[in-house]
């Protein structure tokens, strides 16, 4: 008797809700909208949790990996301008190696597809080195090699994902060439989709060298990422980048 009574009440609760909602479909339409607003916030903050801080980097030895940037007046954790960033290579000795991404706003290049079709994809520009230092093993071909570095470099890495639906999964892609704006490009492998570092990308390129002019101290264009030597901590390696930006700092006035 006091289970039918307790289904007969919940009864006339739903029924007096739904006639009240009926009655005011603007308070309807906006708690719908809330609670759909609020499922969307809770899983959009789950998703960022599970990408940083629950699911591992998806790069082989992650915990040997580090960032580097260049500490300025505006603030402490700013860009990495190209020249400094040579300079590190050469007279650092905590890393395996140094390698860098360029930064950038978003949008990317016009990709053509073997039928002819274009779409934009979103690119990054990288060193040489970039995929090795992160140890990403491609799916199809092989990442950038320092053969591949120039002036003008014209090689492309594609994301598994522009591979799956530009290229219908092609195994032979490593060799072909494509077009980005228009101009051909060779294709040298494919790496994982999860390979992400910085912002979002399809393909990658090779950056351009930069020359060796005092302007480009200042321009703080890269992010960097660096991998510590067997045996080498953080603190160590922080000093002695300090000492560097410290030498580098009175080699060179700022232009």
């Known amino acids: 008797m006091r289970l039918t009574e307790r ?12 006639r009240q909602l009926i009655a005011a479909p603007g308070f309807t339409s906006m708690a719908a909208l809330t609670l759909a ?11 960022l949790a599970d990408a940083t801080l629950i699911r591992p980097l998806p790069f082989g ?8 940037w260049e500490n300025t007046p505006g603030s402490p954790r700013a860009g990495v301008a190209p020249l400094n960033m040579r ?24 990709l053509t597809a073997p039928d002819g079709s274009i779409e934009t994809a979103e690119r990054q520009s990288t060193s040489a080195n970039f995929f090795d230092v992160l140890e990403v093993a491609p799916v199809v071909g092989r990442t950038f090699k320092p053969e591949d570095d120039g ?3 014209r090689v492309v890495l594609l994301g598994e994902a522009v591979w799956r639906r530009r290229f219908s999964a092609d195994p032979s892609i490593a060799g072909r060439a494509v077009r980005l704006n228009g101009q051909p490009y060779t ?6 989709d999860n390979v992400q570092f910085s ?4 393909i990658w390129t090779l950056s351009p060298q930069f020359p060796d002019v005092p302007v480009l101290r200042a321009m ?21 980048l300090a000492v560097i930006a410290q030498r580098l700092a009175r080699g060179h006035a700022e232009p």
């Open 7 to 18: 289904l007969e009440d919940l009864r006339s609760d739903v029924r007096l809700a739904v």
């Open 37 to 47: 607003l609020g499922i969307g916030v809770n899983s959009a903050i789950f998703a």
């Open 61 to 68: 030895r992650a915990g040997r990996l580090v960032m580097l």
């Open 87 to 110: 300079d590190w290579i050469v007279q650092s000795r905590s890393f395996d190696g140094i390698a860098y991404v360029q930064k950038g706003m978003g949008g990317g290049p016009l």
């Open 151 to 153: 002036p003008s470099p």
């Open 187 to 192: 294709v040298v492998g494919v790496v994982p």
């Open 199 to 202: 912002r979002p990308a399809e």
């Open 220 to 240: 703080r264009a890269f992010d960097v990422v660096a991998r510590l030597k067997p045996g080498v901590t953080i603190e160590s390696a922080q000093a002695e």
